[in-house]
Each structure stands twice: as C-alpha cells, then as structure tokens.
C-alpha cells in the first residue's frame, strides 16, 4: 500500500522561507517522478514543481522559479521543496504526489493529505 506524508509548511511573513517535505512508502521510490502542487481557496489545483525518478531533472511553474528548489533522496525515499522569497500569493495548501512512472508528467496517482502554508504580508 502506497502511502504519501507531508510534512513542514506553517506560517511565515513576506519574504520569508519555509521547507515541505514528503515521505513516499509501498513503492519504488526512484522509480516514480514526484510532484509538488498547490490548491488556494478558490482556485484550481496547479503543478509547481516536480522531479524526475531516475536523472532528476526538474520542473518549475514561472512564479516560482529562482525562488523555489525542489530535490530528492532516494535513499530516503524522500523529496523536499525549499521556499525562498515568499509571497502571499504562495498561501495554498501543498500536496505532495507521486507520478506513475519516472518522467515529469501525469497522471500522478498517489497523494499526501497536504500541509498549509501561508504567508501573510
């Protein structure tokens, strides 16, 4: 059975960091591509970054690129997103997911419970 945990996120002010971090279980984690998305109130669920299983390779959405880093450890079956520079428009619940196979792109079939962050101005 596949589980997926987040952890981190909280509240932090304009320009501010915080770090989310997911653990994966039940699957060959180098494997599977993994993603990290945003949902805030009101608006649909966006892709804002996620890294490949095997090679690493990254992706970002624009708005967050230069202030955002996503990174894996396969050993710990583990992947991060460090926040730098945040703005208020970055308040959303994050979730983590887990893609079907190594590559960067959908469908992403399992998903954490999600974290909140908020940043207030």
């Known amino acids: 059975q596949v589980q997926v945990v987040e952890s981190g996120g909280g509240l932090v002010q304009a320009g501010g960091s915080l770090s989310v971090s997911c653990a994966a279980s039940?699957?060959?984690?180098?494997?599977?591509?993994m993603g990290w998305f945003r949902q805030a109130p009101g608006k649909e669920r966006e892709l804002v970054a996620a890294i490949s299983g095997r090679s690493g390779s990254t992706y970002y959405r624009d708005s967050v690129k230069g202030r955002f880093t996503i990174s894996r450890d396969n050993a710990k079956n583990t992947v991060y997103l460090q926040m730098d520079s945040l703005k208020p428009e970055d308040t959303a619940v994050y979730y983590c997911?887990?893609?079907?196979?190594?590559?960067?792109?959908?469908?992403?079939?399992?998903w954490g419970q999600g974290t909140q962050v908020t940043v207030s101005s």
């Open positions: 039940g699957l060959t984690f180098s494997t599977h591509a």
């Open positions: 997911a887990v893609a079907d196979s190594s590559w960067i792109s959908p469908p992403y079939r399992y």
